[in-house]
């Protein structure tokens, strides 16, 4: 049998986007992932995909009996590549940061196994970085010691001499120190280091959840205990602490913190998530909806002859991926819709058309069907024209009897319905029922009412709701939801900003 390979990957401190390109394409290609405590299990998720990919936890917790044991952690490893597996074993930060890659690796190496290290960003630089404090600066500290604070100072055999790192100026991190630190502390003072020396501990570094407490060397042990930080946390000792009020950036970010849901199908849902994650918010993914094509014969046979038609109106994206992949399999493409005047009901949509080459003629300024109609209303080629109209089989009438009144033709064709999705609904429940969701960001008025079908109405109306327009507004109310915002204009781009506005 083939023997597999084990990758020794390092995950990064837990911002998914601090995860290399190499981790990232292995975690897209493996048969097990063996993984630790400090990974995110959000990140890995994603990463995963839908793949049938085998997990195997091995998380470690100081004290805990249900810890893994290392040597049983590395008889696993060898076992799975022994049975021909591509096995990424994942590790919180880097693998040889205090991570015991390099057992791993020798053990690999003694039963023959073959393995690569894929290094990661170590949260003894990260997580300081993400605080505003440079672990080494001109003037301010020339030297940094990573230094592991899981050691007990007061024990008879160390590997850590407390007194001579007292000595020095350089910065000092120390890892998984939470418990000992009022020892380290006692340990470096009587090692001659400044009791007024800048100090800090960072609890989640580099998560949205993300705490600093500063202090001195002489008061960051009672700070931390007072503000009952909790592992994992990383401290830092140096004058380099003292930049942070002139250079913090991660929590001035304009949602810095903000735990907001975000409800839209999971296709669609990436593009708004990673913007809020960039401003700062924790995202909650919950697809309220999920989009089922129907039937294709209507379509199909609408596409045969589509060019005898004067109008083809697109009121959603999806509209638009599901008609070009139709258009595609009978081996059209936009040429076929050269003499169709086409209108987009948005930016968002229009957006959408351009991306396979064609332009909308009709954009309306507000981004609904009435406001669409306006638009094609002071046109002289809708009435008495024909019309194609491929959308959601639940979509408003609004549409279709506004351009017969306009003397339109209207073919009206659904191709696709939504259905409640509701994946992790009972998680995002329990979190909005115990007060720990700040927003709920609504799309479309079918998001709104299988948010609530998901999660419950008494949860549902636990947080407030951003909107995407007035439609969805309306029908959030209807539901007894609270909008607390709504985009002027409707896109993810307008949404984002009026987000923006609320927590300013």
């Not at 995950?11 to 493996?30: M, N, Q, V």
């Not at 393995?115 to 500290?141: D, K, L, M, S, W």
């Not at 319905?417 to 115990?434: K, N």
């Amino acid at each position: 049998m083939t023997i597999g390979t084990v990758y020794l990957v390092g995950a990064g401190p837990g911002d998914p986007g601090l995860l290399t390109i190499r981790a990232r394409e292995l975690l897209r290609s493996c048969d097990d992932v063996v993984y630790d405590a400090l990974v995110n299990e959000e990140m890995l998720s994603a990463e995963l995909g839908g793949r049938d990919v085998a997990r195997h936890f091995v998380g470690k917790r100081g004290g805990e009996s249900a810890s893994a044991r290392q040597g049983d952690i590395e008889r696993l490893l060898v076992r799975l590549a022994r049975e021909g597996r591509r096995v990424v074993r994942l590790k919180g930060g880097d693998p040889f940061v205090f991570g015991r890659g390099g057992e791993e690796a020798q053990a690999l190496a003694e039963a023959g196994i073959p393995f690569e290290i894929v290094p990661g960003i170590t949260a003894g630089v990260a997580g300081p970085a993400y605080a505003g404090i440079p672990v080494t600066h001109r003037g301010a500290a020339t030297a940094v010691t990573l230094v592991t604070g899981h050691e007990d100072p007061e024990k008879g055999e160390r590997g850590t001499d407390w007194g001579a790192l007292a000595r020095t100026n350089a910065t000092l991190v120390l890892y998984m120190g939470v418990r000992t630190l009022p020892d380290v502390v006692r340990e470096l003072l009587a090692g001659g280091r400044s009791a007024d020396t800048p100090a800090a501990v960072i609890e989640r570094a580099t998560y949205p959840a993300q705490r600093v407490i500063i202090g001195t060397l002489a008061t960051i042990a009672d700070r931390a205990r007072e503000a009952s930080v909790a592992a994992p946390a990383i401290t830092i000792v140096g004058d380099v602490v003292g930049l942070r009020d002139e250079i913090e950036w991660f929590d001035r970010r304009p949602l810095a913190g903000a735990r907001i849901v975000v409800t839209r199908a999971r296709a669609q849902a990436s593009s708004l998530s990673a913007r809020l994650r960039e401003l700062g918010a924790d995202v909650i993914e919950m697809p309220a909806i999920r989009v089922e094509p129907l039937d294709p014969g209507p379509l199909d046979r609408a596409l045969a002859v589509a060019p005898g038609y004067d109008w083809m109106i697109f009121t959603s994206q999806n509209a638009v991926e599901i008609v070009w992949r139709a258009m595609r399999a009978r081996g059209l493409d936009a040429r076929t819709l050269g003499g169709v005047r086409i209108a987009a009901i948005g930016r968002a949509t229009a957006d959408a058309l351009l991306d396979h080459g064609m332009a909308a003629d009709v954009v309306p300024q507000r981004f609904v069907a009435e406001s669409l109609l306006e638009a094609l209303e002071t046109r002289d080629d809708v009435s008495g024209r024909r019309v194609l109209l491929p959308r959601a089989a639940d979509a408003r009438d609004v549409m279709p009897d506004g351009l017969r009144t306009l003397g339109a033709q209207v073919d009206v064709v659904p191709i696709y319905r939504t259905v409640m999705d509701g994946e992790g609904a009972a998680r995002v429940a329990a979190r909005l029922t115990a007060g720990d969701v700040d927003l709920v960001t609504l799309t479309s008025s079918s998001t709104a009412r299988y948010f609530v079908d998901a999660v419950g109405a008494d949860a549902a109306r636990a947080a407030p709701v951003a909107s995407i327009g007035p439609v969805t507004s309306a029908a959030a109310r209807a539901l007894g939801l609270r909008v607390a915002v709504e985009a002027e204009e409707s896109t993810i781009a307008g949404l984002i900003a009026a987000l923006t506005t609320l927590r300013r």
